[in-house]
């Protein structure tokens, strides 16, 4: 039974484009979600988090888009660079549920090429 | 500076002959996760500890079992290594305040069984 589902495996975009990352889940009690980078050796690295109360949230390069009716969120990487080739988990949780954990989905494989 | 620190990064063991896998941590952080990733998959957890609590997923094998002497160490031991626990071993952790918290990861350690 996954919650958090990232439904393309890998993504391929040229140097310089928006990469864009999707991930579903099923749990309505999810209300605080991230997004982690994770190297081949090396474990995962946090990159960006949004809450249910906003529908996006900016950090550079990277922007969150939350869409809590569809139960959708999307990572968009503008413009895309070829160190942000990694895989690419989503995760979500339940604060107000009181969820001590993320529950991952499988995660996207990002190549960007020159 | 490393701030959780799994060790080994690669440990191989026979089936059914006993290993534990250790993680530290200088962040002082009260929760700390153990998660498994096999091949292409979400990370899944496997327990975690708020304090001294411990917290064991329903899903979690008995074979799969956990220590925390203090705040810094945490430890995994399976009992009885099998062919399908071959996977990365990822510990995690994260301070008490969970709103606009995020989990830190070690670099994970790959188990193989022979």
């Known amino acids: 039974d996954q919650q958090v589902k990232q439904n393309s495996p890998s993504l391929s975009v040229q140097e310089g484009r928006i990469s864009i990352l999707n991930c579903d889940y099923t749990?309505?009690?999810?209300?605080?979600f991230l997004w982690y980078k994770k190297y081949p050796a090396e474990g995962p690295t946090f990159l960006i988090s949004?809450?249910?109360?906003?529908d996006k949230n900016e950090d550079g390069r990277f922007t969150v888009f939350l869409n809590k009716s569809a139960k959708h969120l999307s990572l968009h990487i503008v413009p895309s660079q070829p160190g942000d080739s990694a895989v690419y988990f989503c995760?979500?949780?339940?604060?107000?549920?009181?969820?001590?954990?993320?529950?991952f989905g499988a995660g996207t494989r990002l190549a960007v090429h020159p | 500076d490393a701030m959780v620190i799994q060790n080994p990064r690669y440990q191989v063991t026979q089936f059914g002959k006993p290993v534990t896998l250790s993680c530290s941590q200088t962040?002082?952080?009260?929760?700390m996760y153990w998660y498994q990733q096999k091949s292409s998959q979400a990370p899944k957890l496997l327990f975690h500890?708020?304090?001294?609590?411990?917290?064991n997923e329903a899903d979690t094998p008995d074979n799969f079992q956990s220590r925390r002497p203090n705040t810094s160490f945490c430890f995994l031991d399976i009992r009885s290594p099998g062919l399908g626990d071959a996977a990365m071993y990822l510990c995690?952790?994260?301070?008490?305040?969970?709103?606009?918290?995020?989990?830190?990861f070690g670099s994970g350690t790959q188990l193989s069984v022979l």
């Open positions: 995690a952790t994260r301070g008490p305040n969970w709103a606009n918290e995020k989990l830190f």
């Open positions: 749990n309505s009690m999810f209300d605080y």
């Open positions: 949004i809450s249910s109360i906003k």
């Open positions: 995760a979500a949780s339940s604060i107000s549920g009181g969820y001590n954990k993320l529950i």
């Open positions: 962040l002082n952080h009260n929760v």
């Open positions: 500890y708020y304090d001294k609590d411990f917290n």
